[in-house]
């Protein structure tokens, strides 16, 4: 804009420093108003609107002109105001402009949730449910042992074995305790037997460390636990004194595989690479052999892995832990974080460590704690189509979200149920993972749901317009009014999410286009249900379970699928023995009365479903090992 334009708007800046001489500026060289301009024009035709409107408001009964004026006048109050107004009968009170700090937030008392709507009594309908879920099973390990036994898995399309665990029988010691809970004793009896015929301290091959601990290891010690058969505690711990080679890096982080025999360790992922899954999700079950057997090595050997991993997260900004590390330095490589694959569970062993342990090991939960501000912070997001909240992952500096949500972090949802249920938390804390918990889970079933086959992909990938959830969250907690419009659930907490068959109107793609038998969703299901005691989220499991009948089943088995979005899915030859382990158990575990055998506080699930007592350290073992407890 030129300063004769300027001039012509009220603005002479050409004579802003000459004083008196120019007809736009008075005699004390001060610039008028554009209202004044020499002519007067525009100052008498704002008078002219004025009287008019003097006039016309005269023109009503004094009473209308009373309410006007009242208001008009609480308009501009309400505008400037009328949040802070209404926060004032909520928090206290503090000086104008005053910024509220994360902290306060925390503590300002939100609206209660409303009270869980617990189960009623026995239910024919869901004991029928969990007959249907003991049927499946049990069609799917009679194939298995008919089949395939003592492979690792059956191939359910061809009717044969498969070893990609060691040739240990994997699919029978890791479904020992689905047995077990179903009441099939038979069938446990025989697994036992196998247990007790496999020499696994002699076996001369490469096993991979982490596969063996969580399905084996985490299987046997379960199946200890509920029998109390000494024969299986001794190959628990025949088995945890062969892994025990994959500590001996020179940082105690494990090496991806061992050959029991001759000790000898193998490199999976790169020179010296260990992944997060791998060195954070063995604690359980070694902490709890420690426990049993008094053997100081195992425990220390865990020790030494969990204060690598808390001194990282300790000076990271992020509050979260590297997915890859270096075996020999002991130090992250690379700047991913995720909670999906190759680091999913060592999260979940932060609170299960834990939990476990009686709630003694105050480090772990303060870890667990930092984690979740972690992810709340860096990972959650939220779909702009529907509002769905989704977790993704992060790379890079500064970091990128790859907007990539995984089937396998679905367990996350259960796992920030589990953490407000037993942890003592703030109210709103308590309240802020339960919504979280509630969002994600909603997400899970709805990418369910979307699909022809009503079975979710293992991979989607959301649109990049989805925008990080905290700042909104936090924008929306502070609003009242926003609080109000939506029910006082944040955004990406709805109570009825709506299923999207039509593909362009969905808020990700499939980015990997199969179902493989996996548990999270359900997993999570399983938790809610417990926590919150609403209906729905056994309703979802049986929808869920409904398609795997559906889509899944094969004359010998069940059977991963691809093509999960088309009329027809093709069935793959592959029954995961995490099927039984996990989905079967979960599936049924939600669906069963519980007579509180498997109370949430009194029994940690391990990362693949095997369900582990709470302890607590003996007197002795606290002093000799130095167990940094704190009284529960
Ligand atoms: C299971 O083997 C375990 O839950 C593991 O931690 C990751 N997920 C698979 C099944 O999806």
Redesign the pocket.
Known sequence: MSSAEHVEEGYPLASLHTGGDNPGIDGNGILPSPAHDSAGRRTRRRFGTFNKLHVRFYSFRPLIRLLIIVALGLVPIYYFFGVELQGLFRRPPRPPGYKWSDEEDAEWPILPPPPPTHPGPPSEKWERRAQEVKDAFIHAYRGYEAYAFPADELLPLTRGGANYFNGWGVTTVDSLDTMWMMGLKNEYQRGVEHVERTQYGKHDGTVPFFETS?RYFGGILSAYAKSNNSLLLQKADELGAALLPAFDSNSGLPFWGVNPKTGNTEEHWGPEIVILAEMG?CQMEYKYLAHLTGKREYFDKMEKIMNLMRVHQSYLATDLISVFFSTTRGMPVGTHFSVGALA??AYEYLLKQYLMTNKTEKKTMEMYLRATKGIIENLLYISYERQLLFVTDIDGYPSQPSYIFEH?SCFLPGLFALGAHTLSLPATQKQLHLWIAEGLANTCYLTYMDQRSSLGPDEMQFWMNSEKWYPKYKKWLKSSSARRASGNLPPGVVKEPRVEKQLSRRDYSNRKHTYLL???TVESFFILYRVTGEEKWRDRGYDIFRAIQDMTKTEFGYASIMGIDTAQPTQMDSMPS?FLA?TLKYLWLLFAEDDGEYDLNQVIFN??AHPLPVFNWTAQQIKDWRIPVASA
């Open positions: 969580i999700s999913d569970s396998l996996r548990p999270e995490y996990e990362t693949e």
